[in-house]
């Protein structure tokens, strides 16, 4: 596994929470099947406005880059 994210991938990661992937385009899919794969964000069904939710390594990452939600 690599940390080295692309800074659309840690911009996704600060927008998860209002994320519509019915909007996507093949770049940002692409982007996020990394991170689910990566272990940075899961499926839910328990966010209202999102399919996907942080897992606690993506917020350990956001929080070593000083970066926060929807501070991308």
Known sequence: MSD???DSQIALLCDI????????TSDKKRDL???IAEGYVQPTTDHPGSAFTLTAKAMALLGERGAGLNEA
């Open 4 to 6: 080295d994210l692309t």
């Open 17 to 24: 929470g209002e994320y519509d992937h019915s909007d996507s």
């Open 33 to 35: 099947d990394r991170l």
